[in-house]
């Protein structure tokens, strides 16, 4: 099986050949024997965690003549493109952007192949304003990273599973056979018409799937403000005799997880940050930077938010909520040290009313009050995790998405469009699950507002239980 092929793209001087190093896990000599030649691409097989990985590397460039830079520049992106799987490309998160990174943003916005955009030198949670600006290069969100320090490749390593499952399974369709895998799914098939097709002939089609592996390890991460009891909570949870694998360096040094089972279901826990460790016991988790946390989030399938129930939902907790549920991730929060909460009515008041006012766009989030320290309540966090899980993995029925639909705009029609005509929805379909996404195909999208498509996502929750999971519900133009 030939591994998944990665351009690294960018501007001289992002660190594409630090990636290109760590990437491939030694320091290639970088000769530079005769000055102003341009070294060409460079291959090398590499790996991250236990991915395999070719890499193709665009680095050298700035050694080529001044007028004719631009010029060898695009023919070597393009080379190098028309090579790979997937393009990851670097911009210096420290400089923020530049001409030259929106030029190559605007070449890859037009190849064909995928994209991972990452925001590189962000060791230490830095470069945020950098970071941020890179979401408007058009190219999805950025991927923190810091190349030199090895930080934030738990990050790529996840940004890169479905691109390895979507090359295993062109690759399994040649007959060359390996199975899939990763934390969400990538938002692979959202076009396109074998979608319209799905949507449009599925009326008979009644079987919901039920896809969870209850043999494979649900990913979790547990996230949230210094000193709210997280580590406390993973040494309960572990604790030594289901203790199964010691913490090993997992994807990089800076991802570490730890396996257990709970009643028969092997769980993986994510830390990015890294876990200090005495002896077998977790001793203490890293406080978790930004950057961090979002590592982490990406890596879960399910993130438990640690509160302290005498500040529950404030606004650091709010800040990831928001993420958790941004990364189409499935969110539980748990209201910590409830043995020495002061006025319990008041926590639960405010928690109530922190998420209808602030959460509304996910109705449902499940809560679960504990207490790390004493160990209560670990069981009901737990079955709670599940349970989400499972949600947020749930399919439904094409036959069953079309009578519902075909009963919601029977209830409250759609409004008139622009023209005077109505708008018709027509039919839909759970494009994918992890986040249940689902796709609607419309006579004119852009008429729609939004209210219409809050009253469907609502309705979506209620009818089949997606209670508390982001759901994500696309328009598509169907005549
Ligand atoms: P290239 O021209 O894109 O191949 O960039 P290089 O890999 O040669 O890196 C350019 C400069 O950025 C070098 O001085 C690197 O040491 C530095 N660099 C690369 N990655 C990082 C990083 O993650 N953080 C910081 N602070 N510097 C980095
Ligand atoms: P972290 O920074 O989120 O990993 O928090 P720690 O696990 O280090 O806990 C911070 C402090 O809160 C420690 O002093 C813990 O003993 C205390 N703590 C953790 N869980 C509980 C709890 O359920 N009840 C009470 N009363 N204290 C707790």
Redesign the pocket.
């Known amino acids: 099986m030939t591994p998944l092929t990665v351009a690294?793209i960018?501007?001289?001087?992002?660190?594409?050949?630090?990636?290109?190093?760590r990437l491939a896990g030694r320091r290639l000599a970088i000769v530079h024997d005769r000055p102003g030649v341009t070294r060409d691409r460079r291959f090398a097989e590499g790996r991250l965690g236990d991915m395999p990985l070719r890499i193709v590397?665009t680095?050298?460039l700035?050694e080529a003549p001044a007028d004719a830079l631009e010029t060898r520049m695009r023919q070597q992106t393009e080379r190098a493109l028309a090579e790979a799987d997937v393009a990851l490309m670097?911009i210096?998160a420290?400089m923020g952007i530049t001409p030259m990174d929106a030029h190559f943003a605007q070449v890859l916005r037009v190849s064909p192949t995928p994209v991972i955009l990452i925001a590189?030198?962000?060791?230490g949670g830095a470069a945020q304003a950098g970071l941020y600006e890179a979401f408007g290069l058009g190219l999805g969100d950025p991927v923190p990273?810091?190349?030199?320090?090895g930080?934030g490749l738990a990050g790529l390593y996840e940004a890169l599973l479905p691109h390895e499952a979507a090359l295993k399974e062109r690759q399994a369709a040649e007959g060359l056979g390996a199975e899939a895998d990763g934390a969400a799914d990538a938002d692979a098939d959202l076009s396109g018409e074998d979608l319209e097709a799905r949507a449009a002939a599925g009326a008979d089609d009644d079987a919901d799937e039920e896809p969870v592996d209850p043999g494979r390890p649900l990913n979790l991460a547990i996230v949230g403000r210094p000193n709210t009891g997280k580590s406390t909570l993973v040494n309960r949870l572990i604790g030594d005799d289901r203790l199964l694998t010691g913490p090993e360096a997992g994807v990089t040094r800076d991802a570490i997880t730890v396996d257990w089972v709970h009643k028969g279901r092997p769980v993986r826990l994510v830390d990015t940050a890294g876990m200090r460790r005495k002896g077998r016991v977790v001793e203490s988790l890293e406080k978790l930077s930004v950057a961090d946390t979002l590592n982490a989030i990406r890596m879960a399938e399910v993130v438990v938010l640690m509160m302290d129930a005498d500040m529950v939902l404030d606004r650091q907790d709010l800040t990831i909520a928001r993420l958790v549920v941004e990364e189409g991730r499935a969110l539980v929060l748990a209201v910590n040290k409830w043995d020495a909460a002061a006025d319990r009515t008041a926590t639960m008041q405010r928690l109530r009313d922190r998420m209808e006012t602030s959460m509304a766009q996910v109705r449902g989030i499940p809560y679960v009050t504990l207490s790390a320290l004493k160990g209560r309540n670990l069981d009901r966090l737990m079955d709670t995790v599940l349970e989400t899980h499972a949600i947020w993995n749930r399919r439904v029925s094409t036959g069953r998405l079309n009578r519902w639909l075909s009963a919601m705009t029977g209830e409250h029609p759609p409004p008139m469009g622009k023209h005077g005509r109505r708008l018709r929805l027509r039919y839909m379909t759970q494009a994918k699950a992890r986040p249940p996404t689902f796709a609607v195909f419309c006579s004119r999208p852009e008429d729609l507002p939004d209210s219409y498509t809050r009253y469907l996502v609502n309705g979506l929750r209620e009818a089949f239980g997606f209670e508390g999971v982001p759901v994500r519900l696309f328009l598509r133009k169907s005549e």
Request: hydrophobic residues 25%; proline residues 3%.
């Open positions: 690294i960018g501007r001289p001087n992002v660190g594409k050949s630090t990636l290109f190093n590397d680095a050298g700035e670097l210096d420290r590189n030198k962000c060791e990273l810091s190349a030199e320090h930080e």
